[in-house]
Nanobody, 124 residues
């Protein structure tokens, strides 16, 4: 069992930056690939970024490529999402997820554990 707790969300002006954190507890964090997803009001949950168990590989949705960076610190059992050049369309609840499949995953079905989410709002 893995418990995930996101933090770092908030209200930021367009063009600004935020860094989300996801702290994990429970079974060995370093054996899981990690991902970030988001869900805007009235829309489905969508893939944002993923990182492999060792941090050696990462993957991004086209909509955030070049603006967002996913990273992890296995010693701290934490994964991060650095978000730069934020846009109003980035407004959503952001969720952290853990996958036992080790490698990067884009599908929601590829993840075993989910956090409760943290709100990011970028007003237009």
């Amino acid at each position: 069992q893995v418990q995930l707790v996101e933090s770092g969300g908030g209200l930021v002006q367009a063009g600004g930056s935020l860094r989300l954190s996801c702290a994990a507890s429970g079974r060995s964090f370093s054996t899981y690939a990690m991902g970030w997803f988001r869900q805007a009001p009235g829309k489905g949950r969508e893939f944002v970024a993923s990182i492999s168990w060792d941090g050696g590989n990462s993957d991004y949705a086209d909509s955030v490529k070049g603006r967002f960076t996913i990273s992890r610190d296995n010693a701290k059992a934490t994964v991060y999402l650095q978000m730069n050049s934020l846009k109003p369309e980035d407004t959503a609840v952001y969720y952290c997820a853990a996958s036992s499949r080790l490698l990067t995953q884009r599908s929601l079905a590829g993840y075993d554990y989910w956090g409760q989410g943290t709100q990011v709002a970028v007003p237009s």
